[in-house]
Structures are given as C-alpha cells and as structure tokens.
Antibody, heavy 124, light 108 residues
C-alpha cells in the first residue's frame, strides 16, 4: 500500500521560505504514469493545487504561485519537496502531498494517494 | 484563469438522492474527478474519469458528464456521506489543475 508522509516546520516567519518534504513508501517514485504533487487548503477553505513534478524533473505549477514555487524530486531517497518563497499569512494552510495520475507529461489527471497533511502557519 | 463552479451547499434527508454539480468550460474536453473530505481528513477520490468508481467506493456514488456540467450523484444517502465534496479537472492545456470551491453535503 503506497503511503506518503509530509514533514517540515509547522511555523514559518513572513517573508521567509516554506520548505516541506514528502516521503514515499510502499511503491516506486519513478514512473511514467505517475507524478508527485503538492496541494494546500487554508483553514476553512477549499483545495488549491500548487504544483506537480515528474521523476524526469518536468514540472507544472499553478500560475498564481509560479513565481514563488519550486518542486523538486530526489528519486534515490524516494522524496519530493516543496519550496514556497516570500510567504505571507495568506500562505497559512494544511499542505498535502499526493500521487498524481497522468496521461503523460502534458496531461494531468487525478490524485489517488494523499498524505495526511501538515499545517503550516505563517506568523512572526 | 480557469474555474470550476460548485454550489456551496446541498441538503438531503437519509435515503434520498443527492446531486452535486460542477460547471466549467473545459469539461467537454477534460475528465472530471470527485473527492470526499471529512473534517480533519485528507480528501478521498470517489469518482474518476467522469463516471468511474475506485475500488472500495460504494455503488451509491456515481458520476455523469453533460458537456460543461458534471454531476456527482449519491443514491440512498447515508449519514456517513455527510462531508465536503470537491470536483477537480484541468484546463484545455491539460497542465493546469483546478478544484471547484467545494460543496458541503448535509444529511438532515
């Protein structure tokens, strides 16, 4: 059974960089039909896709966050990471990592496995 | 930017049928997916590729697509179905993923 687990600081100061890592177990991180994604959910609000990375390194980002987001993958460690720079209080959210089913590098489909989520609060 | 539109809330009595809609211009050309999210939990996929049901999801969950609107139907609603439901799809490029705003299903 595939499992994903987010890790990282729960508190980040405004203007700093939020960094999270997702560890994948119970399956391969190197696949042509699966990619790896970050999704967030502000308290009491809806879901927002942040970005997706293929094991090849190809990335796709939400245009509203593109200038501040970097998603990377380290296949040898079976981990992928999120960096979100210049954070503000509006970036306070539960951050989820997920496996992203794809139909190739230019056809993003659904999320089939999710981590439990980790709350990141932006505050001084 | 591309948007998917859902009603904020739907209420039904136990045993009735709940229908949750999701509208978007690219839905005739892109699959829709539905997730159920209960408080404090990660979302769970309940419908994929418009009308396919993942293993383990009860048969009372079904999906349909009629052009720019997709619908999640829950037949014979049970108390345990009370949750937030999100539709998800992509824009015409296939590389911009969007969620609907979510619909809170209340079982009266």
């Amino acid at each position: 059974q595939l499992q994903l687990q987010e890790s990282g600081p729960g508190l980040v100061k405004p203007s700093e960089t939020l960094s999270l890592t997702c560890s994948v177990s119970g399956g391969s991180i190197s696949s042509s039909i699966y990619s790896w994604a970050w999704i967030r959910q502000p308290p009491g609000k809806g879901l927002e896709w942040i970005g997706t990375i293929f094991y090849s390194g190809t990335t796709h980002y939400n245009p509203s966050l593109k200038t501040r987001v970097t998603v990377s993958v380290e296949t040898s460690k079976k981990q992928f990471s999120l960096n979100l720079s210049s954070v503000t209080a509006a970036d306070t959210a539960v951050y989820y990592c997920a496996r992203h089913v794809t139909g190739g590098e230019f056809q993003l489909l659904n999320f089939d496995y999710w981590g439990q989520g980790t709350l990141v609060t932006v505050s001084s | 930017s591309y948007e998917l539109t859902q009603p904020p809330s739907v209420s039904v009595s136990p045993g009735q049928t709940a229908r949750i809609t999701c509208s978007g211009d690219a839905l005739p050309n892109q699959y829709a997916y539905w997730y159920q999210q209960k408080p404090g939990q990660a979302p769970v996929l309940v419908i994929y590729k418009d009308n396919e049901r993942p293993s383990g999801i009860p048969e009372r969950f079904s999906g349909s697509n009629s052009g720019t609107t997709v619908t999640l139907t829950i037949s014979g609603v049970q108390a345990e179905d009370e949750a937030d439901y999100y539709c998800q799809s992509a824009d015409t490029s296939g590389t911009y993923v969007v969620f609907g705003g979510g619909t809170k299903l209340t079982v009266l």
